[in-house]
T-cell receptor, first 113, second 114 residues
Framework: QQPVQSPQAVILREGEDAVINCSSS?????VHWYRQKHGEAPVFLMI?????EQKGHEKISASFNEKKQQSSLYLTASQLSYSGTYFC??????????????FGKGTKLSVIP | DSGVTQTPKHLITATGQRVTLRCSPR?????VYWYQQSLDQGLQFLIQ???????AKGNILERFSAQQFPDLHSELNLSSLELGDSALYFC?????????????FGPGTRLTVL
């Protein structure tokens, strides 16, 4: 079940803030966030685990509401280097001891001077 | 540089043909994942291998198959290719089986089917 991301696209001026949301209809074990610049591979930003533990980027923060199966990525004081497409990936138990990571369609973020 | 390598970088072929994409994971990583990225579909998970065994399957077509070898490199085989198979194919690796670990993506193979 693919998570739903919003907004689909956002344009910011340098220094502005943005929030990207991710929601799932399935019970989640963790949420991953990745950023992909045009023509490049996705790069890991953050993992949020059940129970509140986080692992990842120093300058980008995120939240994970386990009950609502939602996550939000907070980009503050945006820089030109933040431009790219942000993907959330939701992890759910798929049976037989396996967990599946499913990515959303992405949110395209453009930061302009 | 993530440490994950993929070959070839570009592949152009005709409909009906068969191709093989290759991936070498980061040193020490036992899990390999394959993804397909088309323009409007984001990253579609295809299949995961862990230490040589298939562990999870996503939206992988029957025309596609994969395997992970004893040296942990993986190959994705695409057969009876159609125009719609044109996409960027990424391989990623992670240390363990659990999806609590970050995935490291390779640079991708761009497949064009004419």
């Amino acid at each position: 079940q693919q998570p739903v991301q919003s907004p689909q696209a956002v344009i910011l001026r340098e220094g502005e803030d943005a929030v990207i949301n991710c929601s799932s209809s399935k019970a989640l074990y963790s949420v991953h966030w990745y950023r992909q610049k045009h023509g490049e591979a996705p790069v890991f930003l953050m993992i949020l685990l059940k129970g509140g533990e986080q692992k990842g980027h120093e300058k980008i923060s995120a939240s994970f509401n386990e009950k609502k199966q939602q996550s939000s990525l907070y980009l503050t004081a945006s820089q030109l280097s933040y431009s790219g497409t942000y993907f959330c990936g939701t992890v759910y138990y798929s049976g037989a001891g396996s967990y599946q990571l499913t990515f959303g369609k992405g949110t395209k973020l453009s930061v302009i001077p | 540089d993530s440490g994950v390598t993929q070959t070839p970088k570009h592949l152009i072929t005709a409909t009906g043909q068969r191709v093989t994409l290759r991936c070498s994971p980061r040193s020490g990583d036992l899990s390999v994942y394959w993804y397909q990225q088309s323009l409007d579909q984001g990253l579609q998970f295809l299949i995961q291998y862990y230490n040589g065994e298939e562990r999870a399957k996503g939206n992988i077509l029957e025309r596609f198959s994969a395997q992970q070898f004893p040296d942990l490199h993986s190959e994705l085989n695409l057969s009876s290719l159609e125009l719609g198979d044109s996409a960027l194919y990424f391989c990623a690796s992670s240390p363990g089986l659990s999806n609590y670990n970050e995935q490291f993506f390779g640079p991708g193979t761009r497949l064009t089917v004419l």
